[in-house]
């Protein structure tokens, strides 16, 4: 069965430190990643992708994903946080074959002063 | 701009009425989605419509009903057989809806609509 993971529901982080989201995915077909943004009382806003090509994704805001198919993994990484990425990040996975994406659960990322 | 409208921001009804949640989206997308959110839980998906004229159903359908006659629009009804409607909805569109035939998969989302049933 396919399905997606985050492994945690929240994340407190101090400003300026890196932080890691981490997201897994259970898949026996090809499929594309993203990650999304949401913040509070909004629609989701799309931070990165990966389709194919070069494991590691850089998108908007200074986030960036690599993608590990030994391992299933789409971590999302930011090496110095801001207060403003305060937010709910959702890892989103579309398996071939399938015509919808799969989101995890979330993941809260708390950056405090 | 284009973009998916959603509407109303916020809504509230009474137990046992009908409610219809607009979703209205310019960007010429053939896939549109309904997605229910609530805390802890991410995203689930309601219904989904990859053509004019034809839905299917997703993961927790009971109680929703959803019309796709034009592409622009996805109209999603809360019916009074949800047995807990109040959650926040989202509404999604994108290019093509089979994940297998092209890379243009991701989904663009609405601001979302606050549903509460009192």
């Known amino acids: 069965a396919q399905s997606v993971t985050q492994l945690d529901s929240q994340v407190p982080v101090f400003e300026e430190a890196p932080v890691e989201l981490r997201c897994n995915y259970s898949?026996?077909?090809?499929?594309?990643l993203f990650w999304y943004v949401q913040y509070p009382n909004q629609g989701l806003q799309l931070l990165l992708k990966y389709l194919s090509g070069s494991t590691l994704v850089k998108g908007i805001n200074g986030f960036e994903a690599e993608f590990n198919k030994s391992q299933t993994s789409f971590h999302l990484r930011k090496p110095s946080v801001h207060i403003s990425d305060t937010a709910e990040y959702f890892c989103?996975?579309?398996?071939?074959?399938?015509?919808?994406?799969?989101f995890g659960k979330g993941t809260m990322l708390l950056v405090s002063p | 701009d284009g973009g998916i409208t959603q509407s109303p921001k916020y809504l509230f009804r009474k137990e046992g009425q009908n409610v219809t949640l607009s979703c209205e989206q310019n960007?010429?997308?053939?896939?549109m989605y309904w997605y229910r959110q609530d805390p802890g839980q991410g995203l689930r998906l309601i219904y989904y419509s990859q053509i004019v004229n034809d839905f299917q159903k997703g993961d927790i359908a009971e109680g929703y009903s959803v019309s796709r006659e034009k592409k622009e629009s996805f109209p999603l009804t809360v019916t009074s057989a949800q047995k807990n409607p109040t959650a926040f909805y989202l509404c999604?569109?994108?290019?093509?809806?089979?994940?297998?035939?092209?890379?243009?998969?991701?989904?663009?989302f609405g601001q979302g609509t606050r549903l509460t049933v009192v």
């Open positions: 898949s026996s077909v090809s499929v594309y």
């Open positions: 989103a996975v579309s398996f071939s074959g399938y015509s919808t994406l799969t």
């Open positions: 999604a569109s994108s290019k093509r809806g089979q994940a297998a035939m092209t890379r243009n998969t991701e989904a663009f």
């Open positions: 960007l010429n997308h053939d896939a």
